[in-house]
């Protein structure tokens, strides 16, 4: 915003960054209201036909890398069945996030000491395409539908009832899976900033009166004509010009020798 016009800047209520600031607003609730579809009452009002969750953990035990078709690794998953359904690296990941980074949420594909993607005690990271698996120490995996309300899309049934449709996703469809639905979260924006820049794009917007039709077009004839006229000037310039360079070629030189013309 610094590097902008100084007109345009000026013409603007604010920079879209302190506008944005006028809806902050103290709330009492966190990113761990998101995990919402963990309760009896939610579970099969997700955005995947039938019970959702249980699509989730019946995905995630079908991976060929999955501790659940270990027999020998299953002792390890402290008897949880989304934590039995881990991989072996998602399973160590989990436990780097826990002892770093307690009652945070962690993105499992990524190692809590290296790269880590974890949630902050009042917001949630950002979630991106190949965002894996989200876990936290006391919640189990975020699924599809909770990621969906994390973007601000209105799938929550607290929200949204089987009579209304606010967005596509309150309508499901056969076929739609979990992790395709995260991957379309992953490319997605936050709803409510996109409402926001609109909102400030709206009211930045000074509407000016246009002049009528015919205005418009004895205003495009003057223009036409003007450029016709120029353009005829400029090429009359260029051929008297080519003119001038004849007449000095065939001009006789100054240093002949003179004559006398006088008789004897």
């Known amino acids: 915003m610094r590097l902008r ?127 894996g698996l989200i876990f936290c120490d006391s919640i189990p995996e975020l699924t599809a539908s909770e990621a969906l309300v994390c973007q601000g899309f209105p799938v929550h049934p607290e929200f949204s009832s089987r009579s209304s449709v606010l967005c596509s996703f309150n309508v499901k469809r056969v076929g739609r899976t979990c992790a395709a639905v995260r991957h379309q979260v992953g490319n997605a924006m936050f709803i409510p900033k996109i409402l926001v820049a609109h909102l400030h794009g709206l009211l930045s917007w000074k509407p000016h009166k246009l002049p009528d039709l015919m205005s418009n077009l004895a205003l495009a004839n003057r223009m036409k004509k003007k450029a016709e006229q120029q353009s005829r000037q400029q090429q009359q310039k260029q051929q008297g010009g080519k003119r001038r360079r004849l007449i000095v070629k065939q001009a006789p030189p100054h240093n002949l020798p003179r004559v006398n013309t006088k008789s004897q």
């Open 5 to 131: 016009h100084k007109v345009k800047y000026m013409a603007q209520i604010s920079p879209l960054s302190a506008f944005c600031k006028r809806f902050h607003r103290a709330v009492n609730y966190s990113w761990r209201e998101f995990f919402w579809i963990h309760k009896k009452s939610y579970r099969l009002q997700g955005v995947i036909s039938g019970d959702e969750l249980q699509a989730e953990l019946s995905w995630a035990r079908g991976r060929p890398e999955s501790l659940h078709n270990k027999k020998d690794q299953q002792e390890r998953s402290s008897g949880s069945n989304f934590l039995g359904a881990l991989t072996q690296h998602e399973f160590n990941n989990w436990g780097s996030y826990v002892a770093a980074f307690p009652g945070m949420a962690g993105q499992l594909n990524q190692h809590a000491f290296k790269h880590s993607q974890k949630s902050h005690d009042l917001y949630l990271h950002t979630l991106i395409r190949n965002m």
